[in-house]
């Protein structure tokens, strides 16, 4: 065990484990440990020895070898046990229920049978009726409609105040929103207005049902490492997820359920206001929904060689995405970008031709569904994590690929 | 107009490297930086007093080294910069650091009233997009995510009209100031600094606030303050590598061969995409 200049024991960081939560600077009575570059450093001479450090780091990277135990957190109080049913924010578009809310409702489902409580469907919005039916044939027992025209368009204030009225009203125990920027904004306010805890972008839910928490397991630091959140003591316990990560569940219109109309309390004072809409064809295209992506990277950066790459996409009903270095470079443009300063994608099938793969680009495609990597690299990253690489000249490769997909479609057509 | 800039220093994520035995991430040795996104909201507030006149105040949380990434915003153009920096501030999830950084937000405008507020949509290390949002419901200031463009301010009747970045589209959307927004990477491009903006970054002073200087309910802020922690981390099991065909390597297959084998082994999934049409 390392000792200081003054025969203490003391503790110490290993740096490759150091997530920088700062736990440990917080929790350090005498303030010896700081962020140096990145990671936590105890100075030697002002640690104590305590171990206070040790207990509560997550990561094990702090040894201290004391012969102690891990001490449990200071004593919590427990939640409040009024709050009961998973909530869903049910999100609209184009006049209908989003596709990422159903989703929710289906992990919903799943999380409320372990709870043994029902599922419950928050549904602000104008004309919302049918869309509530739907809800229940997806999986909600309960559906609160928050019905005004008022809420015609989107507005984080509006919407946050209905949802914080509905969560005054039901009390749920959790609250899921699909992670859409939409979701993401309201999420945040909600969480604001209501002083709980909210984790964005989770990849997986769970729960504890001695504790009744929700487990929210979400990609951090570029997706390299993935935490698991727990909020212990506020309610609801809220959470973001992403689209397409939850399975689509089955929609059974036989279903029963009950739908809740509730008055909207209207906001007071000066609202912002939607001026005009540029729909997506007019606006640019969204990458993020396409099932396939054609990916160009820095090894395939060559005008004269899009037109064959749209063509791969266009027989596979996909689209082209881009690497940084290629948006860079001024050949395509920002809002085709894949990565970590680009879009989040998770194509049925990403082709990724002449990218290397940087820890950005794969922090932002690792959940794509198949991957295929066509590169001169055999060592880049891309091909290692590829489902199926094609080492060599993708000028020589795309065109034997739209070969074969153009015989395939002609095989289908025949039979 | 008085501008106000919240900027988080982050992992360079550049430089991250995974050490492919252990599958875990290299940290060590890896410089800290000013958030990309942070860097494009300075930027646009330097434009904004330029053409509007005024001032821009960068502020951010974290250790004494954060000091470096205030630094590359005054040398972007920004006038105040203001650290905070304090063990209590420590441990905090984005309610907290919400929380911390309106308290702050409403002793500067306390002295000098706030128009703008510009955040980066969200940070390179966590990605949360959370923090904007909930800054500005607690400021109560009209809020715009996700802008690409600033289209009008008009400060004779205190509004703003900017372009945001929504699923299916865009967004031309005017409100109220004092405003927060939060800015997408094609809002501005931060220039180069010059030689004399670098030494100007290097010499001008900064404040640095501890707890005491902007709240009276210290429970509020840090990790005290943070209804969220973190149960575990694990590093995610990676994606195996599949199957590699090197069109170099002689062995009779060609490429065609391949991609046929592929094409049978996905036909499910390729067979539901084929455009028949």
């Known amino acids: 065990m390392p000792k200081n200049s003054q025969g203490r024991d003391i503790a110490e960081i290993i740096p490759d484990k150091c997530i920088a939560c700062q736990l440990c600077v917080a929790e350090c009575p005498v303030s010896a440990i700081q962020m140096v570059g990145g990671v936590a450093k105890i100075d030697p001479e002002l640690c104590i020895g305590c171990g206070r450090c040790f207990d509560v780091c997550p990561v094990n990277a702090v040894i201290f070898e004391k012969p102690r135990q891990k001490r449990a957190a200071a004593g919590q109080a427990p939640p409040p046990g009024d709050y009961q049913g998973v909530a869903v924010f049910i999100e609209v578009r184009d006049g209908r229920g989003a596709e990422v809310s159903w989703e929710l409702v289906g992990k919903a489902r799943e999380i409320a049978g372990k709870l043994k409580t029902k599922v419950l469907g928050f549904l602000p919005g104008s004309g919302v009726s049918s869309i509530a039916e739907e809800a229940i044939a997806y999986g909600c027992d309960t559906v609160y409609t928050v019905d005004d025209a008022r809420l015609e368009s989107f507005l984080p204030k509006t919407y946050g105040h209905a949802l914080v009225q509905l969560c005054n009203m039901a009390k749920p125990e959790i609250l899921l929103l699909g992670a859409t920027g939409l979701g993401r904004d309201l999420a945040s306010v909600v969480a604001t207005r209501l002083e709980t805890g909210l984790t964005a972008d989770c990849t997986g839910l769970d729960v504890d049902p001695e504790n009744r928490w929700l487990l929210m397991t979400r990609p951090t630091f570029g997706g390299n490492i993935m935490a698991t959140i727990l909020c212990r003591q506020r309610r609801p316990q809220m959470s973001t997820v992403r689209p397409r990560v939850m399975k689509l569940p089955l929609k059974d219109p036989a279903r029963r359920g009950e739908i809740q109309r509730v008055e909207w309390e209207a906001v007071e004072g000066d609202l912002p206001k939607i001026i005009e809409f540029l729909p997506r064809a007019a606006a640019g295209i969204d990458i993020t929904g396409a099932p396939v992506l054609v990916v160009v990277g820095k090894g395939a950066c060559d005008v004269k060689n899009l037109p064959m790459l749209e063509e791969l996409a266009g027989l596979l009903q996909g689209t082209i995405a881009c690497s940084r270095a290629v948006v860079e470079t001024g050949l395509l443009p920002y809002e085709r970008q894949v990565g970590q300063t680009g879009k989040t994608v998770a194509p049925k099938i990403y082709i990724g031709v002449g990218v290397s793969g940087a820890v950005q680009h794969l922090a932002g495609m690792q959940g794509s569904e198949r991957i295929i990597a066509i590169n001169t690299d055999r060592h880049a990253p891309l091909v290692q994590i590829a489902d199926y690489a094609i080492i060599g000249d993708y000028t020589e490769i795309v065109p034997e690929m739209i070969k074969g997909i153009k015989a395939r479609i002609k095989q289908a057509s025949k039979k | ?277």
């Open chain 2, 1 to 277: 107009m008085h501008i106000v800039c919240c900027i988080k220093q982050v992992p360079d994520t550049a430089q991250v490297k995974i050490d492919p035995e252990t599958n875990t991430l290299i940290r060590s040795g890896v410089e800290s930086i000013c958030n990309p996104y942070d860097l494009v909201a300075v930027e646009t507030a330097v434009q904004l007093t330029e053409k509007h006149g005024g001032k821009v105040t960068v502020i951010t949380m974290g250790p004494p080294q954060a000091e470096a990434a205030l630094r590359d915003c005054l040398a972007l153009g920004a006038s105040e910069a203001i650290l905070l920096s304090d063990r209590a501030f420590a441990g905090a999830d984005t309610l907290a650091t919400g929380f911390t950084l309106s308290q702050t937000i409403n002793k500067i405008a306390a002295a000098e009233p706030v128009d703008l507020v510009i955040c980066g949509k969200q940070a390179i290390d966590g990605d949360t997009g959370q923090t904007g949002p909930g800054l500005a419901t607690r400021l109560g200031y009209s809020q715009f995510t996700y802008v690409s463009e600033i289209i009008k301010v008009d400060l004779k009747n205190r509004t703003i009209r900017v372009r945001r970045e929504v699923e299916g589209g865009r967004e031309i959307i005017e409100g109220k100031l004092p405003a927060l927004l939060t800015a997408e990477l094609d809002l501005a491009t931060p220039r180069y600094a010059t030689l004399p903006e670098l030494v100007r970054a290097l010499r001008h002073p900064i404040k640095t606030w501890g707890a005491k200087d902007i709240t009276d309910t210290p429970e509020k802020l840090g990790l005290k303050g943070s209804p969220t922690s973190v149960k575990e981390i694990f590093t995610p099991g990676a994606r195996a590598g599949g199957l590699v065909f090197d069109t170099a390597a002689a062995d009779g297959r060609t490429t065609a061969d391949f991609i046929n084998t592929l094409f049978e082994k996905e036909s499910v999934l390729l067979d539901g995409l084929l455009d028949q049409g």
